[in-house]
Each structure stands twice: as C-alpha cells, then as structure tokens.
C-alpha cells in the first residue's frame, strides 16, 4: 500500500515567495546638507565667481552660444546613475544643477537615498530646477535629460518641457578632438581648462557599484567621493561654457582653435565662419587649412580671382600640393576656359604626385584622375 507524503502548503508558499530586499534602517554618515522629503537629500555649495565675466559679458556668452541653444536661465544639469546603459532599468541617484545667484554660483545636488523613494525625489528635483530652464549639459541630448524624462513618465509625472538645451560635447568635439583625442570631460578638464581634481574623485566606472553598495550598508561614506565628482562635473561644465564661447566669439589666438571655431559657424553663420577663418591665416603659425577653406568658398561663389589668389598662396607655402594644383587646373579649365594655363597646372600636379609618390589606395585613384586630367587638356589643345 502506497502511503502519501504530507505537505505543508504554508512551508512551500513561505519558501516560494520573493522576499523583499532588506534595507538599512537609516542613511548615515552623508555629507552637509538636510532632508527635503523622506529618503531624498539634498547638498548645497555656494562658490564665488567661476569666470571672471561680468553679467553683461555673461549675457554676451549666451548670445553667442544661442545658436546652438543657450539660453536664460542658465543650468548647469549632470547626473549620477545606477548604469550608462539607458532603458528603463537605469535610473538616477544624484542630479548635480548649477545655477548663478546674483555674482555667485550654487551648485545643488540632490540625492535619493532608496529607489523607493524615486517619485517624492523627482518631485523635487522639479520643485528646486527653475521654470523653463535653458540647460547646459555635457551628451545631456543623448543621455541625461532622455533618462530623466523616462523616470518623470514611469511614475506617471510631466516631463520637462521642450526648453534651449546646450549640449556642450558636440562643440567641444568641434573645437578640440583633433588637438586632445578622448573628449571626456576629464580630459577636457586637463587639456583645455587645466583643472586638476583632488584625489578624492571617484571615476564615473565606480559610481553605480558605490551605490549599490550604499544602499545594502546604508553608510553614505563611501559616497562622498561621488557627490566630489558630480559637483566638480557643474564647475567644469560652467568653465567649459565660457571657454567654448570664448573661442566661438573670435576671441582666441590660437590658429587651430579659431580655425575649428570657424568651422563650427559654418552651417549658422557664413560671415562669421570667414572672418573666422581669415583670422587662423593671418595668425602665427598660419592655419593653412582656414586658407584652404576660404579658397573653396570663394570658388563656390564663384569668386575665382580671390580662389586663385588664395590657392597660389597655399601651393607656394607647400600645403597639399597636389589638390591644389588640381584645383587651380579645374578653375583655369572649366571657369577661366584657360587650357594652356589648365595644362600646366596639371603637369604640376602630376610632377608632386610623382615626387611624393603616395601609397594610399585613394591618392592612387588620384593618380589616374591627373593623368586623365592631361590626356584630355592635350587633346583640347591639339583640336585648337
């Protein structure tokens, strides 16, 4: 006789159920600051001027910069989060927002101490973010403001409102990748702004692993590194703001950054982008490549003695022989109808072809661009 096992159902559904995570019973040892809500904090540093500019310059730096979305009134918006990954999974813990305050700067920073508390610490982060604020960020378009709206949605609450965004990075590649390589705001810190943090930052590759870590002790301790490194992303972020109008207004000596600044205007202002780079020519050492620019400009509008003008002057300085070369050939040829002058400028081109010989498969396409160049100009002044 088959006897049956007895079964607790209690025992087995005890066992089954998912067991909340277990929290500390309270949030020690977390910088100055005080509670605005429960389980959300928040830090407030007051520091003097950032940039010595006055309100009317500082009113200068954002017309200026308006093209690209400054605006009034200003705030510098950084975020530390749980992952870099986006998605509805990632979530922020700490939102650092500059803002100025007559001649001073205050930097806030507001902490959630358990996702728990996520829509209370939202709320309040709308309640101390001014009305219609024209932010300033750092791939805040790609990352920090899309993932702050996310949250704002999933705990049913308005986004923020469609307001002037300046994202700091596209200008900063614009302006100095090729000098710096890495565009991190780290990097842009040493190599451009030269600030050297103390050696409390804690890298940003840490950050989510410390919270996580605080969230299970409750010791806010080892957070304090974090709320360094976001404070000092706002200053950084309010210096690379008058550093990058700077450069944008015309104010630089430096070729290589009035050229990029050149660049930049180009697709907003034309005048400006060639009063730019008619700058970075005139300057020591020359920015070749401003030159190159304005030629090609002035041959596009049609232009061709300043292009000429301009294009001898490089080829005489030795930049890019071979386009040159080929560019004063195609004007002679096809705008000036000029084919024994055309003719000798290909040959030219072709005599520093042969000098330099270049290896690369796109300069060996060149090669049979010149030669066909020349067969045809011949054959033009043997039908003459």
């Known amino acids: 006789m088959s006897t049956s096992k007895q079964f607790n159902l209690d025992e087995i559904f005890a066992r089954l159920k998912v067991r909340k995570r277990e929290e500390p019973a309270q949030v020690i040892n977390l910088p100055p600051g005080r509670f605005l809500d429960e ?18 310059e500082q009113k200068r730096c954002i017309e200026t910069l308006s093209s690209w979305g400054a605006g009034e009134p200003l705030v510098f918006f950084d975020l530390e989060t749980t992952g870099l ?35 209370a610490w939202l709320s309040k982060l709308l309640d101390i973010i001014p009305g219609k604020p024209a932010f300033v ?55 451009i702004l030269n600030i050297e943090r103390e050696s409390d930052d804690i890298p940003g590759r840490f950050i989510p692993d410390l919270y996580m870590t605080f969230l299970k002790t409750g ?16 200053i950084s972020l309010c210096n690379l703001f008058y550093r990058v109008a700077f450069v944008l207004s015309g104010q630089s000596h430096d070729p290589h950054e ?15 982008a060639k009063f730019l780079w008619t700058k970075a020519a005139l300057l020591e050492p020359p920015a070749m490549e401003a030159l190159w620019k304005l030629a090609m400009e002035s041959k596009r509008r049609n232009n061709y003695t300043e292009a000429l003008s301009l294009l001898t002057k490089l080829y005489g300085m030795g ?44 300069w060996q396409n060149k090669q049979s661009d010149i030669s066909k160049r020349l067969e045809r100009l011949k054959r033009k002044l043997g039908a003459l």
């Not at 389980?39 to 520091?47: K, N, P, R, T, W």
């Not at 990029?260 to 400006?272: E, M, N, P, T």
Request: proline share 3%; hydrophobic share 35%; with cysteine.
């Open 85 to 119: 990954s986006g998605g509805t999974g990632t979530y922020a813990f700490l939102a650092g927002i500059g803002i100025f305050q007559g001649d001073s700067f205050t930097v806030r920073q507001l902490f959630l101490c358990s996702p728990k508390y996520e829509q």
């Open 319 to 362: 930049y890019r022989r071979i386009d040159v070369a080929v560019e004063i050939s195609k004007i002679y040829e096809h705008k000036l109808k000029d084919a024994h002058t055309a003719l000798s400028w290909a040959d030219k081109a072709m005599m520093d072809f042969l000098q330099y010989r270049p290896l690369a498969m796109t």
């Open 219 to 234: 010791d806010a301790a080892t957070l304090h590194g974090v709320f360094y490194h976001n404070e000092m992303d706002i």
């Open 39 to 56: 389980g959300v904090y928040l830090c407030e540093a007051l520091h003097g001027p950032i940039s010595e500019v006055s309100k009317y």
């Open 258 to 272: 009035v050229n990029c600044a050149g660049d930049a205007w180009y697709r907003h202002d034309l005048d400006q």
């Open 137 to 191: 960020t750092y791939n805040g378009k790609n990352f920090d403001l899309p993932l702050i709206n996310t949250r704002l949605l999933l705990s049913r609450m308005k986004p923020f409102e469609e307001t002037k965004h300046l994202d700091l990075l596209y200008l900063t590649r614009r302006l100095w990748k090729r000098r710096i390589g890495s565009c991190s705001l780290s990097n842009v810190e040493r190599q």
